[in-house]
């Protein structure tokens, strides 16, 4: 079946240091995936941090980047240098170009950054 | 810009117990979804709607009704609930676009418990 897997979480990482979350899915029944990264910040609703719709293409959006890589069927989310604002729960998520109604997410991975 | 309300914010119910949750939208979006999260797990699709008076069901609908009266509002009914339930529902919105992608913007959630 199609499915969404990401790092387990929570993950702390102290500021300004690297972070990468690992997002892994399977589009079975997916012939045009599109790939997600939503974010909650503490006391906020979810919305879109970024998005790639084309397979070897990247994202990038408040210093995070993704990359479609349709061969390992993969979208990891990296910053190169954390700050505390940073600190939320990441979900990665799988879509179809086709169907509006399939939206697929990931467990969500929370993120705690040390000052 | 635009907003979704969902109301209530907290709702308490009684096992077996018929209950309704409500979303408005002002972006005057076509196409609107019902989603719920469990503690520590991702959004599941329960029910979505392109337009007014139509219903499509997610992978999540048995137990649950929708209804879609007119375009900027969008209910779910609990038909009977049950305490593994509980959980945290989402109501989103996007423009509708076939073959192509249409970001979803989320409201605040409800958080459902039954006693």
């Known amino acids: 079946g199609d499915s969404v897997t990401q790092t387990e979480g929570p993950v702390t990482v102290s500021e300004s240091e690297s972070l990468i979350i690992n997002c892994t899915y399977s589009?079975?029944?997916?012939?045009?995936?599109?790939l997600f990264w939503y974010v909650r910040y503490p006391g906020e609703g979810l919305q879109l941090l970024l998005k790639?719709?084309?397979?070897?293409q990247k994202g990038s959006s408040r210093g995070f980047e993704a990359t479609y890589n349709k061969e390992t069927t993969s979208f990891h989310l990296q910053k190169a240098s954390v700050q505390e604002s940073d600190s939320a729960v990441y979900y990665c998520?799988?879509?179809?170009?086709?169907?509006?109604?399939?939206?697929?997410f990931g467990q969500g991975t929370k993120l705690s950054i040390k000052p | 810009g635009g907003i979704i309300t969902q109301t209530p914010k907290f709702l308490i119910g009684q096992e077996g117990q018929k209950l309704t949750l409500k979303c408005q939208q002002n972006?005057?979006?076509?196409?609107m979804y019902w989603y719920r999260q469990d503690s520590g797990k991702g959004l599941r699709l329960i029910y979505y709607?392109?337009?007014?008076?139509?219903?499509q069901k997610g992978d999540l609908s048995e137990g649950y009704d929708a209804s879609r009266e007119k375009k900027s509002s969008f209910s779910l009914t609990v038909t009977s609930a049950q305490k593994n339930e509980m959980a945290v529902f989402l109501c989103?919105?996007?423009?509708?676009?076939?073959?192509?992608?249409?970001?979803?913007?989320f409201g605040p959630g409800t958080r459902l418990t039954v006693l």
């Open positions: 589009a079975t029944s997916i012939a045009y995936p599109n």
């Open positions: 998520a799988l879509g179809d170009r086709y169907n509006q109604g399939k939206l697929i």
């Open positions: 709607s392109i337009t007014e008076n139509d219903l």
């Open positions: 790639v719709i084309t397979a070897g």
């Open positions: 989103a919105s996007s423009i509708a676009r076939a073959g192509g992608y249409a970001e979803q913007f």
């Open positions: 972006f005057n979006h076509d196409t």
